[in-house]
C-alpha cells in the first residue's frame, strides 16, 4: 500500500501529490510572500522550511537503513513500519522480476547527535531531510535524515514517507520533484488528543490504533482520561476494589495494559499524560470503596472530610507515577458541584468545625491533591475552573488547562502559570457541528502579545470525550478534524494562513485519504456533522 492509492496516471499523480497552483497560493497569501514564490506541497502539517526540484526517484523495495540512527530500537522499528506502508503493492515482487529492477534509492541515512532516548516535554523533535537528485553515471539518489534526538528522527521519516507515492503505471514508489530540502521543527511542544475511556471502554488495540494515527499527524501527548463518574476501569494494586467501578469484568485495563500502551507510544514519539479528575467526576470511585462517598444517595465530589479519601488518591497517584514517566499529571478539578458537601450532615459539620465554606473546601481539596502529585515529582494539571475561582493559591508549576471559551490563557500566563489550549468552542472533537476550517483557524495565541508570556502556552490539545464515541465511531470522529489541530500546533502561524480553501483544504483532503490508505478512517473533511458518511458517490479527494 503506498500513500497515494487510486489508479491514475504518473503525471496527475505528481501533480496531485505536491502542489496547489501558484495563482490560488498567491491570492491566499498575498503580499506576505514576495513573488515567484514556491508553491505548497502536499505534506501534512507543513513543514517550517522546504525546497524542491523537478526529478524523479524510483524507491528500492529492499531500502536499507544506515547511519547511526540505526543503533536505536526506536529508530529501526519506526523504519519497519513505514517500509511496511510504503511497500505494500507489487513492488515487494520485484525480487521475482528478471532481471531486476535498478532503483534510485536504495539506502536511507539517519544521523541522530543525541544518544538519550528521554522522552519528556519539550524534547527536540526537529530535523533535516535531504532526498538528492539522481547521479548522472549511477543514477542513484541519497535520502538522509538528521535529528538532535530520536524523536526527532521520527518525525523525519513521516515526513519522509509522505513524499513517496506508489506509481501504478511503473508500480514502483517514487520520489517526485527531488531534490528536496526540508528543514522543520515544531511550533509548539504540547501537541495533544485527549482519549476518553471511561464513557466508553475503548480496547487496548483501539487506543494502539488511534495512537498509531497520531504520530502521522505528528502529534506527542496523549491525554488519557481513564477514570471518571460513570465508569473507573483501571487496575489499582495498592487499592484493588476501584476496578469494581468499570462497567464489567471485561472492560479493564491492567497494569500491564496500561504500560503496554505507555511504551507503545514511547516508541512513536508520543508521551502519555494520565488523568485522575477530582473532586467530581468520581462517583465510580465509591462502587468499590463507598466510603468514598459523602452519602449512599449523594456520591460526589469525593468526601473532603474524610482521611481516607486522601489516602486513597495518594496510593492511585503511586501506583500510577510507576507507570506514567510523562512529567505532566492531568488532576481535572472542573465542574465541581459541592451541594453534596453542604447537604451532607457529617460533611457540612467538617466544613462548621474548619470554618470553611464549600468553596474554600473546593480549593482544600484541589491543593491537597496537588501536593500530593507535586511530591511524586509531577507538575500538576488543572482544568481552568480552579483557576478562575483561586488563581493565587495554585502552586507555580500548575498548568492550567483552558476549555470554557477564549480568553483564559492569556489571563493564566499574564500571572505566571502555564497554560494548555482546548477551547471547547473549535477544539472538542464531540461538537460533531464544529467545521474543520474552525478547528484550523482557532489560535492558542491570541491575544497575548508578550513574548515571554507566549513562551508559557505549552501548546493544546483536541478533546475526545466519549458519552457519544466508541469502537464504532471514535476514529472518524477524531480524523479528519484532529488533524486540522495538529497543523496548527506544528506548522509556522505565517505559512498557514490566509484563505484555508486554498492553502489548507487540498491539502487536507490529501491527508484524509492517506489516513484512509494506511487504515484509518477518517471521515469525510467537508461534511457538515463531523464523522458522517460521504454523501454521495465521488473520490476521496474531494469529500
Not at 491543593?367 to 493559591?393: C, R, Y
Not at 478534524?481 to 505559512?495: F, G, H, K, V
Request: net charge neutral.
Amino acid at each position: 500500500m503506498g500513500l497515494l492509492c487510486i489508479p491514475i496516471s504518473s503525471s496527475v499523480l505528481q501533480t496531485l501529490f505536491l502542489f496547489c497552483s501558484a495563482f490560488f497560493v498567491s491570492q491566499a497569501l498575498g503580499a506576505r510572500i514576495p513573488q515567484p514564490h514556491k508553491p505548497l506541497p502536499f505534506i501534512w502539517p507543513l513543514p517550517a522550511k522546504f525546497s524542491f526540484g523537478n526529478d524523479s526517484l524510483s524507491v528500492d523495495p529492499a531500502l536499507s537503513l544506515s547511519g547511526n540512527g540505526a543503533a536505536s530500537a526506536i529508530v529501526r522499528d519506526a523504519f519497519h513500519r513505514y517500509k511496511g506502508i510504503l511497500f505494500k503493492h507489487g513492488d515487494r515482487f520485484s525480487f521475482l522480476r528478471t532481471p531486476r529492477p535498478v532503483y534510485d534509492v536504495t539506502r536511507l541515512s539517519i544521523n541522530v547527535h543525541s544518544h538519550s532516548e528521554e522522552l519528556q516535554l519539550g524534547v527536540d523533535e526537529s530535523y533535516n531531510l535531504f532526498v538528492s537528485r539522481a547521479q548522472a553515471l549511477s543514477g542513484a539518489g541519497q535520502v538522509t535524515i538528521e535529528a538532535n534526538t530520536v524523536f526527532g528522527a521520527l518525525r523525519g521519516l513521516e515526513t519522509f514517507s509522505q513524499l513517496c507515492s506508489f506509481d501504478y503505471t511503473t508500480k514502483t514508489v517514487q520520489i517526485y520533484k527531488a531534490p528536496w530540502s526540508i528543514l522543520d521543527k515544531p511550533r509548539f511542544p504540547y501537541r495533544g488528543l485527549m482519549l476518553d475511556t471511561s464513557r466508553h471502554y475503548l480496547p487496548v488495540d483501539v487506543i494502539k490504533q488511534i495512537i498509531e494515527s497520531m504520530s502521522y499527524a505528528k502529534l506527542n501527548v496523549l491525554h488519557w482520561h481513564i477514570i471518571d463518574e460513570q465508569s473507573f476501569p483501571l487496575e489499582v494494586p495498592t487499592y484493588p476494589n476501584l476496578w469494581k467501578g468499570s462497567y464489567t469484568k471485561w472492560e479493564r485495563y491492567t497494569v500491564e495494559d496500561a504500560y503496554e500502551i505507555v511504551n507503545f507510544s514511547k516508541m512513536r514519539g508520543i508521551n502519555v499524560m494520565a488523568e485522575v479528575d477530582v473532586p467530581g467526576h468520581a462517583a465510580s470511585w465509591g462502587i468499590g470503596y463507598p466510603d468514598l462517598w459523602p452519602s449512599p444517595s449523594c456520591k460526589e465530589p469525593l468526601d473532603v472530610s474524610k482521611k481516607f479519601t486522601f489516602d486513597v488518591l495518594s496510593g492511585i497517584l503511586t501506583d500510577m507515577r510507576k507507570i506514567f514517566p510523562f512529567e505532566l499529571f492531568h488532576l481535572g478539578g472542573d465542574e465541581v458541584n459541592t451541594d453534596c458537601w453542604t447537604n451532607t450532615s457529617t460533611v457540612n459539620k467538617w466544613l462548621r468545625n474548619h470554618n470553611m465554606t464549600a468553596k474554600d473546601a473546593y480549593q482544600y481539596f484541589v491543593l491537597k491533591a496537588q501536593n500530593i502529585a507535586l511530591t511524586k515529582n509531577w507538575s500538576p494539571v488543572n482544568w481552568e475552573e480552579t483557576f478562575n475561582t483561586f488563581p493565587t493559591k495554585l502552586h507555580p508549576r500548575t498548568v492550567v488547562h483552558n476549555w470554557l471559551g477564549p480568553g483564559v490563557c492569556p489571563k493564566a500566563v499574564a500571572k505566571g502559570f502555564r497554560c494548555i489550549f482546548s477551547n471547547q468552542g473549535v477544539w472538542y472533537l464531540d461538537h460533531l457541528d464544529v467545521p474543520w476550517d474552525d478547528v484550523y483557524t482557532a489560535e492558542p495565541l491570541e491575544g497575548i502579545r508578550k513574548a515571554s508570556e507566549q513562551k508559557l502556552v505549552l501548546g493544546g490539545e483536541v478533546c475526545m470525550w466519549g458519552e457519544t464515541a466508541d469502537t464504532s465511531d471514535v476514529q472518524q470522529t477524531i480524523w479528519p478534524r484532529a488533524a486540522a489541530a495538529a497543523e496548527r500546533l506544528w506548522s509556522r502561524r505565517d505559512s498557514t494562513s490566509g484563505n484555508v480553501n486554498i492553502i489548507a483544504l487540498p491539502r487536507l483532503h490529501y491527508f484524509r485519504c492517506l489516513l484512509n490508505r494506511r487504515g484509518i478512517p477518517a471521515a469525510p473533511v467537508k461534511n457538515f456533522i463531523a464523522r458522517t458518511a460521504p454523501v454521495g458517490p465521488g473520490s476521496c479527494f474531494e469529500q
